[in-house]
């Protein structure tokens, strides 16, 4: 055969010897690349550990080389099983993509991180028990509807379970115990229909557990938590039921409830309480009235000491500055239905001129941050009982006249005007003592009919308010058809001014403080959301609610104000307003969740949510930034200019990724706030953030704070 011939026969050889390979790469490999690609990055989330035998951190045929734990079915991953390995790390981003995984088994390992929050999407068996994972429950549990046994027992989660369990129609078995988790039981609880084991003993459960009346439960552990009220009397029928170290109601039960001492006494035999006879228990009931009776007949040759020097502790409480804003507002009974006395200097009224006592033993707290809540609720209620007779509380509520409200802000002068939004103005007050204060103006249509109480009530409520990142209210006014807000004022005003308005003279914020300005206010969601009792909505989150004080912290304010807002048909601001929300009654926690997202990506960008000289394509912030969030070279064009490239690139990665969640159309894949705040604190434990420049106002470097 000539040179030329083997020319021309060249190409069509290799092309059939490519082919050739191909093919027995292709019959030699077994697993689906999506699987392949899911399971290398668990891997390396996983610190690539050595008892993963065969696993890879890229490429390799889980399938075709018997993977530790990995159980297939055709070219599918079917079942992972790596319980008590030792393993460590975090379980990665990519489980979503394990489309075919039924059996998911990661127990008795020491995996932390947050739970991710896609997950085998059609698991059926999932047992992430006996870990350190933190955070909270994923909402992605909602849409697992062929899950049957769902482990998360024995971890650190925190935060409210919200309501996710009305597809989950073929749970049979669902094990919270031993963690942190609060709030009320979901009322989505009542959709199991088949559930049959639900374990939620060993945390911080509160309220009733009237949903589970119409579980046909055979398992139920309710143990050591906060709930109260009666429990029904369909569940004294379970035949293995645990129900102390709670806050039960003693006394006679109400027609369809039972007390938990009945079902201790008189249930099934479960190793605990039950299984002891009605003599044992009697001698056993007897005893503890005697301690008791011993007990009382000591304290009440103290009591007067006792209380007295309840009040001095908590004096002292409200001389440190924590507790300076735990304070109720007091209400007087004049004529003219003003709700408070004309005094001319400010003074705080006494809780023997002006408090209410009844009111206040009958509303429900806000919650007070956990750190000192126990303390204060100690106090209020060994100390509420007997307030009729002690009338020196040192309970005090700042009650403003409006002749000096008017002194203070130069009649309501457009010069001291901070801000004007669709329920009334804000104005900037200034004191002859020198103090400076910020006054809310609500406009008086929402008064129309006298209105009074409401307003009382609404001022009730927000004083109860506290946390660091929540803009304290100080005092009120209502006075002559006037219902004013007093709020502490902070001179470095929002966060909308420092990234919108800011002069060519002013210094950015850096990179660090952002961060830290996302963290804080989603503190201040999460506070909102799921601490509170009950719970808030905020309904008008945006940078320019956001103040900033001299350590350029974040301060949310308008809290409280949701009623104003449903009444005045407020939806929020273009670019802010979520795409379900077509009327502000529409407006829910996920609504709120991205309005946040809209500020971090205004954090990230430098961009206003809506800015009508940009591009037509670029006006809306999120639907411009959204596509670009997961792209690393597009991510460095969006970020803010005057940031100067002073920023960690792994960190506004991850930023990003939050705010991709916050942000999603679809309100129900975005994350709980608990979630929020969880993925923020690993971003900053995370990153090596950058440490160049100072930021103005004395603010201090994020590494200098506990996250």
Known sequence: MDFPDLQKMFPNFVGIWCLFLGIISFVHSKTDSSDVSALNVMYTSLNSPDKLTNWKSSGGDPCGQDWTGITCSDASVVEIRVSGLGLTGSLGYQLSSLSSVTYFDVSQNNIKGDIPYQLPPNVIHLDLSSNGFTGGIPYSISQMTDVTYLNFAHNQLSGQVTDMFSQLRKLDSLDFS?????????????????????????NQFTGPVDVL?????????????????WIPTELTKVKK???????????????GMTSSDKISS????????????????????????????????????????FTSNLLDEHESFGR?????????PGFSNDSHGDMC?????????????????GALQSSRPIGLTPAYSSRINSFRNTTLANMNLQRSSSFRATCYGLTDLQAATGSFATGRLLGEGTIGRVYRAKFADGKVLAVKKIDSSFFQGGQAEKFSVMVS??????????????????????????????????????????DEFSRPLTWNTRVRIALGTARAVEYLHEICSPPLTHKNIKSSNILLDVDLNPRLSECGLVAFYQQAGQNLGAGYNPPECTKPSDHTFKSDVYSFGVVMLELLTGRMPFDSSKPRSEQHLVQWATPQLHNIDALEKMVDPALRGLYPPKSISRFA???ALCVQIELEFRPPMSEVVQSLVRLVQRSSMNKRGDDIGGSRRMDEYDY
């Open 178 to 202: 031993y963690n942190m988790l609060t709030g009320n039981l979901p009322q989505t609880f009542g959709s199991l229909s088949s559930l049959s084991t639900l374990y939620l003993e060993n």
């Open 241 to 255: 039921i645990e129900v102390e170290g709670n806050s039960w109601s003693s006394g006679p039960a109400p027609p």
């Open 461 to 502: 409520n927000i004083f109860k308010l506290h946390h660091p990142n929540i803009v304290p209210l100080v005092g009120y006014c209502s006075e002559q058809g006037h219902n004013m807000l007093v709020y502490e004022y902070f001179r470095n005003g929002s966060l909308h001014e420092f990234l919108h308005l800011s």
């Open 266 to 305: 008189d249930g099934p035999s479960n190793g605990g309480v039950g299984s002891f006879s009605g003599a044992v228990i009697a001698v056993i009931i007897l005893g503890i009235l005697l301690g008791l009776a011993i007990v009382v007949a000591l304290l009440a040759r103290k009591r007067s000491s």
């Open 320 to 328: 440190h500055k924590q507790f300076n804003s735990f304070k109720a």
């Open 657 to 659: 990724d939050i705010v």
């Open 341 to 357: 006395i004309d005094f001319k200097d400010g003074k705080s009224l006494e809780s023997s001129t002006s408090i209410d006592t």
């Open 213 to 229: 009346a119409k579980l046909k439960l055979d398992d139920l552990n309710l143990a050591n938590n906060h709930f109260n009220g």
